[in-house]
């Protein structure tokens, strides 16, 4: 559920945000998102995130505040964090990771203990590596191609 109805809300929401910046830039990252619809997105994405938690908090309780979470996270990325600071940022995404992870852990009946933690741990800190290398290739392209460039873009090509 977490995988195919809430996650994939959470990015829609961030590819309408993220519209307008990818029409400056001429690129459009392979997003859904055109002039068209951009309602019927942003009215897909929160249906989506509404069922899925609706569903998630009737299931465990805690399943529900992992969602509500998620969304948390993705507010704070979108509207704060990217704009503010590279390493807020690199945060915010790198620990949505564990927490979806957790989601996983909750539908296997893993406990949480001091090894689980570590795991979570390790996959914080991975996310964060691969966040920070998507990004700096990202950025990279859009140097080599001309486009104009995202927030940061600078601070992410010279890692």
Known sequence: MFELV?????YQLNDVVDYEGDQRRGHHWQRPVNKENILLVVVIALSRFILGTTIAFILDIRLGYIAIAL???QLLYDHFAKNFSPF???FTVALAYPIRSISMFYGLKIELNNISGLLLLSIFFYSAYMVIQWRKYESIYIT???LSSKTH???FQVI
């Open 6 to 10: 809430i996650n994939p809300s959470r």
């Open 71 to 73: 969304l948390t996270l």
């Open 88 to 90: 807020l940022a690199v």
């Open 144 to 146: 080599v191609n001309k």
């Open 153 to 155: 873009s600078d601070f």
